[in-house]
């Protein structure tokens, strides 16, 4: 018989994300998503109360988690401010490569400074022509002597202007072009690492996103994470795992505009009657409520098989990343339309959820880049 049920530490560790979501995030988000700054302040608490960098193992200053246990935590800060969340989290998704491929040497030393900073890191794989299409970047990161001489230009970059690191995909060898991409840990204050204006956008805005030039930077050869041309695999083997934060945190959000709006819906009354009495409204209601269940499911299942070391994980992490967003973005309409006017404004938040659904669509891959991947998984 399957279990559905979640264990005591679980249900515990859901508990101090959901506190920390409503203590902490909650008050500050609006202002946030207002002013589209990094929100140096959360971060900083994190670190204080033990929720930073989940899946760094404890003895380099992490949580621990697996990705089954970090996506509950996850869950509750979409539910909150996804935001937010994803500056919590996008930190995280830059160490994914270091938990795939970094020494023990390298974790001691990144984390070390890391925490001593209680800082943030960036994931640095787009480029202007290397969006969908990873393996067309340009970056380039020369062996000269004890150094890469890394040149290049990123773009989209999360976390870029608050991070101590950059985690950066270039090739090694040109020549070989994508098949000797690598990937490097770059600390953001050496010379010739050049950050770009914070981008402006529609949602999340409690995140940050810059652009990134780098020109000659000497990046130490001990910063090289595994070996040369490891680095598209490193990069595949990350979003395996990552993927599945995304479905968490779409989740979230969805859960928290379906709430929202069934609140709102049982106390409006029009024609002498709450409007859930028409089934209408009602039945839009009971879908998305089904959409939910089953983004969880789907989430859930793709974090179990991840964990059970089953073949082929990424298959599962795209299904639960594409299906678990794209339920985000269709619940989080339907909140805004069920709650009429008010569902417009600014008043309630399920505007700023719509909006901050949409990005879970796109970035770690568009929802069409993920039926690539699960059609090639499935053909295989
Ligand atoms: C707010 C934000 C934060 C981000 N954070 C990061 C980050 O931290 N680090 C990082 O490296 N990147 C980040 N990204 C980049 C993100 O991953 C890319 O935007 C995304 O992968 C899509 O690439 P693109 O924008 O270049 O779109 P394009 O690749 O130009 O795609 C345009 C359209 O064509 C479709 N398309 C392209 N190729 C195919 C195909 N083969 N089949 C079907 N459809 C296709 C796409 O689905 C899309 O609809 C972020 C982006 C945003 C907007």
Known sequence: ???????????????????????????????????????????????????????????????????????????????????IGISLDATMLALTPWVISANPDQLKRFMGRLNEEKGAAAYCLTEPNAGSDVANIKSNAIKKGDKYILNGHKRFITNAEAATYLTVFAQADPERGARSLSCFVVPADLPGVEILPRL?????????????KFHD???????????????????????????????????????????????????????????????????????????????RLMTWKAAWYYEQGLKNPGTYSAMAKYYASDVAM????????????????????VEKMMRDAKLCQIYEGTNQVQRLVISKGILK
């Open 1 to 83: 018989m399957i279990d559905f049920s979640l264990s005591k530490s679980q249900l515990e560790l859901v508990a101090k994300y959901k506190d920390f979501a409503e203590r902490v995030i909650k008050p500050v988000r609006e202002k946030y998503d207002i002013s589209g700054e990094f929100p140096w302040e959360v971060i900083k608490k994190a670190y204080d109360e033990g929720l930073m960098n989940s899946q760094i193992a404890k003895e380099y200053g992490g949580e621990g988690l697996d990705i089954f246990d970090a996506a509950l935590g996850t869950e509750e800060f979409g539910a909150v401010c996804a935001g």
């Open 200 to 212: 402006d956008k529609m949602g999340q805005r409690g995140s940050v996103q810059n652009e990134i």
């Open 217 to 295: 930077v000497e990046v130490p050869v001990e910063n090289l994470l595994g070996r040369e041309g490891e680095g598209f695999l490193i990069g595949m083997k990350t979003f395996d795992r990552t993927r599945t934060g995304i479905a968490a945190l779409s989740v979230g959000i969805a859960r928290a505009a379906l709430e929202t709006s069934l609140n709102w819906a049982k106390n409006r009354i029009q024609f002498g009657a709450p409007v859930t009495a028409n089934q209408g409204v009602s039945f839009m209601l009971a879908e998305m409520a089904t959409k939910v269940e089953l983004a």
């Open 330 to 349: 269709q619940v989080t309409t339907d909140a805004v339309q069920v709650m009429g006017g008010d569902g417009y404004t600014r008043s309630f938040g």
